[in-house]
């Protein structure tokens, strides 16, 4: 989301992440970030103290770069890039380009908010959502936290992390300029059909239909949009009316309210249950015997044992996706099965009901792009569930 920035108050830090912004602005619009305009858009939150951009100068793209940094006063801090994984399986034999600038930026950052405690705002020049944990820790110690990206790919996480979001290609250095004046409202109906417009994109390309990732989108598309401009408290409120116009249909899904098309089933990957099914199926549990799983013998004795150790992977880690649960267990030796077998006989435990599904949109690092996937947690209604938990609390054993 974009919003009107404040006005300057106090001291400024700046980190550029240099190769997230140019190659966003070059694979998109075929343009360079413009230095000047970063430098600007910083210091309309007060005096800029530092400013810093990360990336490997010595590369060819990249040489002419630092004297245009240096030119406005941003420094240029260099990072090695190396290459890895060549000959690895699955990459074709070809090396892997890495280089550490999302860690040697977070430590800096880290460093100097450590020695100058009276700097009140940074400003973060990226799209990147790794960011998430070192925006947490700066707003926990009362930082104000604002974020530089471009519009169509920066993290919806990251948005909704930080205090404020500026657009580069809206707010800083727009293709066409904006007017000076303050553009009239575009009329609800109107918006209303560009959001019906962007859900309709999401869901087409698949990509996270998640509200803050929607109203980022929808900002893009009308140059600024405020939902308390037309009348809306919060930006659910604006969904809701949406959804009373039949445009969108909304569901939360797991800890995440998500949109859809108005004519799209949902899978929220949980059982559709009503209280009352559910106090229901408590009771008649309790006057009944145990059912009798469809497991037998060593594998019901072995998927005792990956219950058991899901159940403690779930305190430090309440959802995980398949190849998570299956690569844990495979590295504790939790039962003496191939990876091949181990990998069939979870699958088989989902199949049971042994685990309830849910969906999480992640980034592919290989491919820059978002997709959900799906995680799983233990189905603590299930009898086998149920009995191998209560019996780890009781401090006894299964007997299959």
């Known amino acids: 989301m974009t919003t009107p920035v404040s006005q300057p108050e106090g001291d400024v830090a700046m980190f550029i992440d240099w190769e997230n912004i140019k190659y966003s602005l070059l694979n998109r619009e075929n343009r360079l970030p413009n230095v000047q305009g970063l430098k600007e858009a910083a210091g309309r939150f007060g005096r800029v103290v530092t400013a810093k ?8 793209q990249h040489l002419r770069d630092p004297n245009d940094l240096y030119s406005v006063g941003i420094e240029p801090i260099y990072v090695p890039t190396i290459f890895v994984g060549a000959g690895d399986p699955g990459l074709d034999g070809l090396p892997r380009r890495k280089n550490s600038v999302d860690i040697k930026l977070a430590v800096d950052v880290v460093e100097f908010a450590l020695l100058n405690p009276t700097v009140s705002t940074f400003v973060f020049v990226t799209g990147d959502g790794d960011f998430i944990h070192l925006i947490n820790t ?3 110690r009362g930082k104000r936290v604002v974020i530089i990206g471009a519009s169509w790919n920066t993290s919806w996480q990251l948005t909704s992390t930080a205090d404020q979001f500026v657009a580069y290609d809206i707010d800083v250095d727009p293709i066409t300029p904006r007017p000076t004046e303050r553009p009239a409202l575009v009329p609800l109906d109107e918006t209303f059909r560009v959001l019906a417009d962007v859900v309709h994109s999401v869901r087409e390309k698949r990509r996270p239909n998640v509200f803050a990732q929607v109203k980022l989108l929808l900002s893009s598309r009308l140059g600024s949009f405020d939902e308390q401009a037309y009348g809306f408290s919060k930006f659910k409120d604006f969904m809701r009316e949406a959804e009373r116009r039949g445009l969108v ?4 899904v797991g800890l995440t309210d998500r949109v859809y098309l108005p004519d799209e089933e949902i899978d929220t990957g949980l059982p559709a249950e009503t209280p009352q099914e559910v106090e229901r199926e408590a009771e008649d549990a309790a006057h009944a015997e145990p059912e009798a799983t469809a497991l037998e013998g060593a594998a019901e004795e072995r998927v005792t044992a990956i219950l058991r150790f899901v159940d403690m992977l779930e305190q430090s880690s309440p959802f995980m996706s398949f190849n998570y649960i299956v690569n844990r ?6 039962v003496p099965l ?5 990998s069939g006989l979870v699958d088989r435990a989902v199949q049971e009901g042994m685990f309830l599904t849910d969906s999480r949109t992640i980034l592919d690092r290989v491919t820059g792009e978002y ?6 947690r233990l189905n603590r209604r299930d009898p086998l569930v149920a009995r191998v938990l209560e019996s780890e609390i009781a401090g006894v054993a299964i007997t299959p």
């Open 138 to 140: 700066l707003r926990t």
């Open 338 to 342: 191939t990876l091949r077998e181990l």
């Open 371 to 376: 997709r959900d996937i799906n995680i799983f």
């Open 53 to 60: 951009a990360y990336a490997n100068w010595q590369e060819g």
């Open 329 to 334: 267990c495979a590295e504790a030796r939790i």
């Open 249 to 252: 249909k909304m569901q939360t």
